[in-house]
């Protein structure tokens, strides 16, 4: 009797495109990985109205969802709107309890409208922002992996991750954190699976403790 082949859907971080997950590989008898990518977001559009958007994209019943950093909060609106068999949040929240302070004090004083989004065309900028680190020695490498870099979407993503309102974590939801974390700095995550050494970017460097343990995450093995 064939095996059910279990559609896993991933969402890249803020700017990166989903070649991040290239080295992602699970076994093809189990599973089939599909890639999202960003949209533009329409004027004035809600996160809620985007992630109901984004589930277009989705063409399987109960697929698994994982996404990384400001995927892994629109992955968690989006299983508001479908029935999935497994949520992953990757190096990012649950709730707008674990963003730390200075994203806090960012929404408490409007200054994220300030930043110079306008900048990021340069990519060292906007992998400061998405990746929490300067990368003056791996400039082309993330020049392939960084490529949204329009102006509208980057001023809309900041401000939907610094005023996101989610109160409680989504039950069930299986969250993945490094240890050294400079976005979201770990000691300010509840309850994740803890990568030791990962940082912000392990989904690209520490590709292999996800190959080897996704497949279990997702069977419950």
């Given amino acids: 009797m064939n095996q059910e082949i279990i559609p896993v859907y991933f969402m890249p971080g803020m700017a990166a ?7 992602i590989k699970l076994p093809e008898d189990r599973f089939k990985i599909y890639w999202l990518s960003w949209k533009i977001p329409l004027k004035n559009e809600t996160l809620q109205e985007y992630a109901k958007r984004m589930c277009d994209d989705v063409k399987h019943d109960n697929p698994v969802l994982l996404g990384v950093s400001f995927g892994g909060i629109l992955v968690q609106e989006m299983s508001k709107y479908i029935k999935v068999r497994k ?5 990012s929240v649950k709730t707008k309890h674990e963003l ?11 200054a994220y409208k300030l930043l110079p989004t306008q900048l990021m065309s340069n990519v060292e900028l906007l992998a400061k922002y998405a990746f929490g680190e300067t990368i003056t020695k791996r400039v082309e490498l993330y020049k392939k992996y960084l490529s949204v870099n329009d102006k509208s ?3 809309w993503a900041i401000e939907q991750i610094i005023c996101w309102e989610q109160d409680q974590p989504i039950p069930n939801a299986i969250h993945i954190h490094g240890d050294s ?15 030791k050494g990962g940082t912000h970017i392990m989904i690209i460097n520490k590709y ?8 279990k995450l997702i069977l419950d093995i």
């Fill in 17 to 23: 495109n989903p070649t991040i997950f290239e080295y």
């Fill in 87 to 91: 949520l992953f949040v990757v190096s």
């Fill in 100 to 110: 730390p302070r200075r994203m806090k004090l960012l929404k408490a004083t409007k």
């Fill in 153 to 155: 979407y980057l001023d």
């Fill in 181 to 195: 974390d400079m976005v979201f700095p770990c000691n300010h995550i509840q309850n994740c699976v803890k990568l």
């Fill in 208 to 215: 292999k403790w996800f190959n080897e343990n996704l497949p």
